[in-house]
């Protein structure tokens, strides 16, 4: 690797860690996840998978499966962004979980470039879909 790119994967690195701690703001119990949205060095939105605001933050029902209306951490990211003054074109996502189709989605029409992921979705559809439309899609391993 060169140096620029030694620096970029040690920042990327820096960024999924804050990400991953991000997560730990979320109240779901079976999957916590974070999203930072990140353009020209400068964090410009953040996100946690939960519940919509104002409802009960409880993520699962009595069978623990995840309540429909749980919103994923790029969504929430994505979202928080647009009601700002900031533009996410251009911008990288750093997600602690690869992006499921729905967030894949939300993250082309936001004109988002490049996704970086820690961990893997149990469907890698998501990743295909960004993938087609060009979109640079990262994985780093935390653990390495």
Known sequence: MCEKADK????????????AIWAENSYCKRRQ?????VKDKMI???????TPAG??????????RTKPYVLHAEANAITK????SNSSRGAT???????CIECAKLI???????VVYSEDYRLADGIELLRRAGI??????LND
């Open 8 to 19: 970029q994967h040690e920042l990327d690195k820096r960024y999924l860690r804050m990400a």
């Open 33 to 37: 996840v974070g999203a930072l949205l």
């Open 44 to 50: 410009i939105s953040d996100g946690f998978n939960g």
């Open 55 to 64: 409802f009960e933050n409880v993520c699962e029902d009595e069978t623990n």
């Open 81 to 84: 962004v647009a009601a700002s």
């Open 93 to 99: 996502i750093y997600v602690t979980s690869s992006p």
């Open 108 to 114: 082309i029409q936001s004109g988002i470039r490049r």
């Open 136 to 141: 640079i899609v990262d994985y780093i391993d």
